[in-house]
């Protein structure tokens, strides 16, 4: 395994947050089928909000995961502030999507038995930011969210309130990029609009770019971008939903 | 927040799967542990309960048995010692010190040891420690008795008080010989007139009285089977009254502790006499510890055994949990922590439960060590002090540790492998 300790390049402010250029992606066919998902540029400035939507498998979230750096690019290149993430390996890539990318997830994806508190300290833990300054980061970002119980359980808090300490972490490395996958599917309307509101507004405030991946049109509403995957793919086919 | 308190979050959530393998780990330490320092305390206490005699004489079947009857007062010995011989293994040698003892005689369960002055002056409980008293003096009158510090712990008797010995005693006898029916001896009321300090040897609950008392108790009996009905005193008492049941011997020496060059041939000598028993009773105990050891090495093994099935317990429980862990994984790993970190911080979590479990095994080791004292004072007599060996400590907790951390690595391996995409679903 080949490791680099440093971004290959410098996060310079002047980089879109994201940049995608001639990205495909394939796996399988395997038993499930064949997916293959092509992508030929998408660009994100800094402090962009975009809605990403598409029918459920066409592969939104195959997308959020090969921006994270979650999953290899068959081809092509993301960039994150200017890093091509795709070309880091192992450790330096945990690193980076760590410092750089936030993410928000359907299920929020707490860490069961750690407090509000902790679950934003923990993104610290893999953080740069000063070890000082966690303390009152993780503070000041779960009161700015309206969350006042911060030594309750994530499991004891309500749902509303699980969405928006899991915002909260997303932000709390204050991310170049934040991706949220479907952060209003285990909401009810009220509840979604709120969320929606609170995840924009928060990364408004720490100047993040916002990727939202939803298959709810009720979204639409909230951003000035919206793109649609099937029509910015040059060739996707869903053999199988991921 | 630091990645130990990631790792103790990730044992409370299963606090009760930990709680039960930590508990599991402790036992099997423990019980290691407890074998270990009991091994070495037992040993040490008949060690230490063997005092300063160079050798032991008596007409046992053994030299073994001879120890364990003359020093630990394990059994009443078998046979007496007539007043002849008595005579002529003192006169065959100038010994540093010939204390005869005769033992038979009970009070509450506790043996009652006849003897001569001598035993409190020149005997030696422990090699180099002197007799005590705590209270009172040694005996210099017939029917004066003085008492071990067990005896006087449990029987409350201050100095003054008039007690009855029992002829024959609570511990019977296995050898096949005359079984003496125990009676009490109510025609001869003793006085206690010192309380010894304690010993940690078997002495401490024993009874010392002087050698004519006690003939002169059993010369009684002697009387009443031959019809004679009076008060025996020291006037009627026979040759054949004059037995004792063992002698300590001590050779003359420059350094208290060495054993004299002339120790080899004096019991070569007494060994060839058919007619007595003689041990040495340092070499005795070390044999002793020589013929239980191989049971002692089966029960190290099956303690050992328990604290590697206790390992296994770990891996289970730490694989059981593999499917909630995976999801945990999943998102530290999408917050920033490499591969590697996350091996570490699983590792670190069976590695935690060793220590856990090794730190409350030393605990149970205590509390069994304790208990165990407890029993061997209350049914054997023998005083083992309650200490844990540090060094056996520090090994069976590291090796606790190590196994534990052994135990972790398939986690740990599982968890380095599991993949971030997959165990994040539903992601829509």
Redesign the interface.
């Known amino acids: 395994m080949r490791y680099s300790l440093r971004p290959m390049q410098p996060n310079a402010q002047t980089h879109p947050a994201l940049e995608i250029e001639r990205l495909s992606f394939a796996y399988g066919p395997g038993d499930r089928g064949g997916f293959e998902l092509a992508l030929p540029s998408l660009t994100l400035g800094r402090g962009e909000e975009m809605l990403l939507v598409g029918k459920s498998g066409c592969g939104k979230s195959t997308l959020l995961q090969l921006v994270s750096g979650l999953l290899d690019p068959t081809s092509g290149s993301i960039r994150i502030g200017g890093t091509d993430i795709a070309a880091l390996r192992g450790a330096a890539r945990d690193r980076f999507r760590g410092r750089h990318i936030g993410m928000v997830f359907q299920t929020f994806n707490l860490l069961q038995g750690f407090s509000a508190r902790e679950n934003v300290l923990v993104a610290l833990l893999m953080s740069d930011v000063p070890k000082s300054d966690w303390a009152a980061r993780a503070e000041s970002l779960l009161r700015s969210l309206g969350i006042e119980q911060l030594d309750a359980r994530a499991e004891e808090l309500s749902v509303g309130q699980q969405q928006r300490v899991a915002i909260a972490r997303a932000l709390a490395c204050r991310p170049t990029l934040v991706l949220a996958d479907e952060p209003t599917a285990s909401l009810d309307p009220e509840n979604a609009v709120n969320a929606i509101r609170v995840l924009r507004d928060a990364c408004r405030e720490q100047g993040a770019a916002l990727l939202v991946v939803s298959h709810d049109p009720a979204l639409e509403s909230h951003f000035a971008r919206i793109e649609r995957l099937a029509s910015l793919s040059a060739h996707a086919t869903a053999g199988a939903a991921r | 927040?630091?990645?130990l308190?990631?790792v103790f979050?990730?044992l409370?959530?299963r606090r009760f799967s930990t709680a039960v393998v930590v508990a599991l780990v402790a036992i099997s330490a423990g019980l290691l542990l407890a074998i270990l320092s009991l091994r070495t305390a037992g040993e040490r206490a008949f060690e230490r309960g063997t005092g300063n005699a160079h050798l032991l004489v008596s007409r046992d079947g053994s030299p073994l048995v001879s120890v364990l009857n003359g020093l630990f007062y394990a059994n009443p010995p078998k046979a007496p010692i007539e007043a002849a011989k008595l005579k002529e293994l003192r006169e065959s040698f100038p010994w540093a010190m010939f204390v005869p003892t005769a033992i038979g005689d009970s009070y509450r369960n506790f043996p009652v040891i006849a003897t001569t002055p001598e035993f409190f002056t020149k005997f030696e409980p422990v090699l180099g420690e002197p007799w005590k008293f705590a209270e009172g003096r040694a005996f210099d009158k017939n029917f004066e008795v003085v008492i071990g510090s067990t005896v006087a712990r449990e029987t409350r008797m201050p100095i003054g008080s008039k007690i009855v010995f029992t002829h024959g005693s609570h511990m019977s006898r296995e050898d096949g010989g005359p079984k003496i029916e125990p009676h009490v001896h109510e025609e001869y009321a003793f006085t206690v007139v010192g309380i010894l300090e304690p010993t940690g040897a078997p002495h401490d609950r024993a009874l010392f009285c002087s050698l004519e008392s006690s003939w002169v108790m059993h010369a009684h009996d002697r009387f009443e089977r031959e019809g004679k009905h009076k008060l025996v005193t020291v006037e009627d008492l026979e040759e054949q009254d004059r037995v004792v049941t063992g002698i300590l011997m001590r050779l003359p020496s420059r350094e208290a502790s060495s054993a004299p060059p002339a120790l080899v041939s004096q019991y070569d000598r007494l060994r060839r006499d058919p007619s007595i028993t003689a041990a040495i009773p340092a070499n005795e105990v070390q044999r002793l510890f020589g013929i239980v050891a191989s049971l002692d090495v089966l029960f190290i093994a099956m303690a050992a055994a328990t604290l590697v099935s206790s390992a296994v317990a770990i891996l289970l429980s730490m694989l059981n949990s593999m499917g909630?862990r995976r999801?945990?994984v999943?998102?530290?790993?999408?917050?920033?922590?490499?591969?590697?970190?996350i091996f570490w911080l699983v590792l670190t979590e069976s590695t935690l439960v060793g220590l856990v479990g090794a730190v409350a095994g030393v605990a149970i080791c205590i509390v069994v060590l304790f208990a165990a004292t407890q029993w061997m004072l209350g049914a054997h007599g023998i005083v083992i002090a309650p200490q844990l060996d540090p060094r056996s400590a520090v090994i069976v907790a590291m090796g606790t540790t190590v196994l534990a951390a052994i135990a972790g690595i398939v986690p740990s391996v599982l968890a380095y492998r599991t993949s971030?995409?997959r165990n994040?679903r539903?992601?829509?």
């Open positions: 927040m630091s990645d308190t990631i979050r990730s409370a959530v909630e999801r945990q999943a998102i530290l790993r999408v917050l920033g922590a490499s591969r590697a970190r971030v995409a994040l539903p992601l829509g």
